[in-house]
């Protein structure tokens, strides 16, 4: 009873992560104009090539203190690229090496766009070779929206476009994600339910889409929005898709199928997510 005292210390074994309740083992840090990442929950960081006037146009542009969620990747393998997207008009930083050197990489404009900013940004690697970028607009009255795909198989050192379902419509680019080069989702914004989007997937590497089924599986009520897909796993003949809430909440649903069409709800979780400072 009476006055209590909680007495933290650092670690002292080395393998042991500095800050795993609050930050995640792959994540960003911006500081004095500076851009760095880290693999492993801040114990190291890996400098951006990226100027400080380029970083304060990109947030400018952002409207925010951070970056635009899914506009950088980073894996737990450092035989990975790294990339993240930076400025107004889209141009896409790659390290193959650890952060050691960077190449960039252009894809399309405003102008080539209607005249539209290209404001969603996403980006992600599968392996050492295969990696997908997808970047779209804003809808606007009598033209819609614009989005695009590109798929890379040498590392990003070239890209290929891709075909998507739903191009021109008022669908926008949520989300993107990638289990091998054959396997993916897309979730787009859905027009008559906003608080859970449209979700589209491939098991032809782009060839094919199907509209996936997931909202029959009877949701939980905690489960109040969901607008991104974190990750695809596989165990066996079964994937597992796990949905989250960006960084708007920490809230996760996972989901099992075997087709990739139709899902089944699995389980609820939280897990930690960036948070600016």
Not at 7 to 22: A, G, H, K, R
Not at 150 to 176: K, Q, R
Not at 205 to 231: A, M, Q
Request: overall charge negative; proline content about 3%; glycine content about 8%.
């Amino acid at each position: 009873s009476g006055q209590q005292y909680l007495y933290v210390f650092d670690s002292t074994l080395e393998d042991t992560p500095i800050n795993p309740n609050y930050m995640m083992e792959t994540d960003y840090y911006i500081n004095n104009g500076k851009l760095q990442f880290t693999r492993d929950y801040g114990k190291t960081y890996i400098d951006a090539d990226i100027t400080e006037e380029d970083l304060e146009e990109t947030l400018n542009f952002y409207g925010s203190l951070s970056l635009e969620e899914n506009s950088w990747f980073l894996s737990t393998n450092d035989l990975i690229p790294i990339a993240y997207f930076y400025g107004e008009e889209p141009v896409l930083k790659i390290s193959n090496d650890n952060g050691k050197t960077w190449s960039e990489h252009k894809f399309i404009t405003s102008s080539e766009t209607l005249g539209k900013e290209i404001t969603r940004r996403v980006v992600g690697f599968t392996s050492q070779n295969f990696g997908y970028v997808l970047l779209g607009t804003d809808w606007t009255m009598g033209s819609g929206e614009i989005k695009k795909l590109y798929f890379t198989y040498d590392g990003g050192s070239s890209w290929e476009e891709i075909p998507l379902p739903l191009n021109g419509t008022s669908h926008v680019v949520y989300d993107f994600c990638m289990y091998d080069e054959l396997v993916g989702v897309l979730v787009l914004r859905d027009t008559l339910e906003a608080n859970f989007p449209l979700v589209y997937s491939t098991v032809s590497g782009g060839k094919t889409w199907n509209e996936v089924r997931y909202r029959d599986s009877n949701l939980p009520d905690e489960i109040t929005f969901l607008s991104d897909v974190d990750r695809i796993e596989k165990d066996g003949d079964t994937y597992y898709i796990k949905m989250g809430q960006g960084d708007s909440g920490t809230l996760k649903a996972t989901f099992r199928t075997g087709d990739m069409i139709s899902w089944s709800f699995v389980k609820t979780s939280e897990e930690n997510i960036h948070t600016v400072g």
